[in-house]
């Protein structure tokens, strides 16, 4: 429910296994054990998205992980989604480790590419994710989906510690190649970065940001430059009363914090109650 208008609500499905091991990790099992959940042939997988019991979605997001490390898995799962599904607009959300000429591929077979760059700085990769050659490769994926004449949402997460080293940069360098995009291109700066995995206890990743670095980082994006949009879309249908969500976790955090790592339909009303911006967000849930 709270992917950007553009692709909200989704349907996601999450692979196991990623190229990067970012201390900050969400799902960190998912990522360090592959071999995790039950294999399910990408048949199976559409039928169960084609459930009537399934909430009405705009979009197919792969996530992960990193759906690029299942590519063989993707390969046969996309003409799948296309025949079956062909209203629904197709997502890969990837980390943008990826060599530039299947990026360019993926740019050309999915509606959207939405790619996570954390890090500027080969030093801040090293240390954080383990990948020195990260930011130089994520670059030249990202570029390759542009001029590819892909549509690229591309995210920077914020990290504490990384304002002027990695989110300075790379929003510079982002928003300079949203503007030559023709519209195909958006850059969203996610400021709500909750230290989780490994991250809880690093003396620099184990705080959140606080209000004056989350200003400071939205005010260095150009007035120009292309966002997600502002308001919720309409034009999916209305949610069955029987509407099945999958479990989805609520963490609170040693401070006292909330977390909702993945809000679904029946948690959006409670995040709305504790996030008053996402009202507009519950039009999803009415169609
Ligand atoms: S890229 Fe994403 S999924 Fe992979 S290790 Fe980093 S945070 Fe986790």
Request: net charge negative; proline share 11%.
């Amino acid at each position: 429910m709270l992917e950007e208008h553009e692709l909200a609500p989704t349907y996601e499905i999450w692979f196991t296994g990623c190229s990067l091991r970012c201390r900050f990790c969400t799902v960190p099992d998912a990522v360090t054990k592959p071999r995790l959940g039950s294999w399910l042939p990408p048949e199976e997988l559409v039928e169960h998205i084609l459930e009537p019991r399934v909430p009405p979605f705009r979009a197919i997001s792969l996530v992960g992980g990193d759906p690029a490390v299942n590519r063989p898995y993707v390969d046969a799962l996309l003409p799948l989604l296309r025949r079956r599904l062909p209203d629904s607009l197709l997502v890969l959300n990837t980390n943008l480790f990826t060599d530039p000429s299947l990026a360019a591929r993926d740019a050309d077979r999915f509606d959207w590419v939405i790619g996570d760059v954390h890090f500027w700085r080969p030093g801040c990769a090293r240390q954080v994710a383990g990948a020195a050659a990260y930011p130089e490769l994520a670059v030249a994926a990202a570029e390759a989906i542009v001029a590819a004449g892909g549509r690229l949402m591309l995210r920077i997460l914020v990290l504490p510690g990384h304002l002027r080293c990695c989110a300075e940069p790379t929003i510079s360098w982002a928003s300079s190649l949203a503007m030559r995009a023709d519209g195909r291109m958006r850059v969203h700066i996610l400021t709500n970065y909750a230290p989780a995995g490994a991250a809880r206890t690093d003396p620099v990743l184990g705080r959140a940001l606080r209000p004056e670095e989350r200003a400071l980082a939205h005010g260095m994006l150009p007035d120009a430059c292309p966002q997600p949009s502002r308001q919720a879309l309409s034009g999916t249908r209305p949610r069955p009363v029987d509407a099945h969500d999958p479990p989805a976790p609520i963490e609170i955090g040693p401070d006292g914090t909330l977390l909702l790592p993945f809000v679904t339909g029946s948690l959006l009303p409670l995040a709305v109650e504790f996030d008053p911006s996402l009202r507009d967000r519950l039009r999803y849930l009415e169609g």
